[in-house]
C-alpha cells in the first residue's frame, strides 16, 4: 500500500472503534486492531482510551512484541497481547476485535448453553466456539485480563482457527481477513447472542447446519461495504450530535 492507502485504513480504523462504540458492542473498553498491510509484523490500535473517543492522532503501530514502535509515552492497552500473539500466530488474521459486548459474556461462563448461530446474519460463528479459561493458565487469582506475551498465546491456541474465542466472564474476541469483517462479526456474534438469549426462553433452537454455516457467511460477508456505510454515517452522526450537546 502507498501513503494515501495506509492513511485511508487508519481511517477507517477510527471509524471502526466509533462504529462499535455506536453499536454498543464497545463501551469505554474493548479495542480494535488491524495489520500493517506494508509491515505484516506490525499491527495499528489505538493509544488506551475510550473507543468512542478515538481520533487519528490517537492511533499507534505496534510491533509483534506489544510494543509501540516509535517514542510515543502514551499509555497504551494493558491487553495489546490479545492483538500481538494473534497476529503473531494467524497470518490469515487481519483484524482483531476485544469487547465485553453484555449479550455475549453469559455464554462465556454456562458452558450448558454454547454460542451457536442461529441467524443467517452469523453463519462466521461456525458450529462450535471455544471458550478461553484463564485459570488454567493463572489460577484462582488473576485480574482476569490477558496482561503478557504468555496470556495472549494461550488465548490465541484456544481460539485456534475459530472465528472467535469466547473469554470466561471476561468476553470475547473476533478475528476477521479484513477490518470490515471484523466489525460486522463483533456487531452480529452480539446480535446472535441476543436472539439466542430470547429464542431460549421459547423452546428448543433450530440453529444452523455446518453447510448453512458455511454457505450464509460466504453470501453476507461479501456485501459488507454495505452495513459499513450504514454503521459509519450513523456513527458519525451519532458523534456530532453528542459533541453539540457537551460543548
Known amino acids: 500500500m502507498n501513503n494515501i492507502e495506509i492513511e485511508k485504513l487508519i481511517d477507517d480504523l477510527v471509524s471502526a472503534n466509533l462504529i462499535l462504540f455506536n453499536e454498543g458492542v464497545l463501551d469505554a473498553f474493548g479495542h480494535v486492531s488491524v495489520r500493517n498491510p506494508n509491515n505484516r509484523d506490525h499491527f495499528f490500535l489505538a493509544r488506551n482510551m475510550a473507543p468512542g473517543l478515538v481520533t487519528k492522532g490517537d492511533i499507534l503501530e505496534f510491533n509483534m512484541e506489544g510494543e509501540v514502535v516509535n517514542d510515543d509515552s502514551r499509555k497504551v492497552y494493558l491487553e495489546r497481547y490479545i492483538h500481538s500473539e494473534i497476529y503473531r500466530e494467524r497470518g490469515d488474521v487481519e483484524a482483531i476485535v476485544h469487547s465485553h459486548s453484555h449479550s455475549i459474556v453469559p455464554f462465556s461462563v454456562v458452558k450448558s448453553a454454547p454460542l451457536k448461530p442461529l441467524c443467517h446474519m452469523s453463519g462466521f460463528i461456525g458450529t462450535h466456539v471455544p471458550i478461553f479459561e484463564i485459570r488454567d493458565v493463572t489460577g484462582n487469582d488473576s485480574n482476569m485480563l490477558v496482561t503478557s506475551k504468555a496470556l495472549g498465546a494461550s488465548l490465541t491456541q484456544s481460539l485456534g482457527k475459530n472465528t472467535l474465542v469466547l473469554m470466561r466472564g471476561h468476553g470475547s474476541t473476533v478475528v476477521a481477513p ?6 460486522y462479526r463483533a456487531i452480529y456474534v452480539e446480535v446472535n447472542a441476543q436472539l439466542q438469549i430470547q429464542a431460549s426462553r421459547l423452546g428448543p433452537i433450530e440453529f444452523l447446519s455446518e453447510g448453512e454455516a458455511r454457505a450464509t457467511q ?26 453539540s450537546e457537551v460543548s
Open 218 to 243: 460466504i453470501t453476507n460477508e461479501g456485501q459488507v461495504d454495505r452495513p459499513w456505510n450504514l454503521w459509519k454515517s450513523r456513527a458519525i452522526k451519532a458523534q456530532k450530535y453528542w459533541l
Open 178 to 183: 479484513s477490518l470490515k469483517q471484523a466489525v
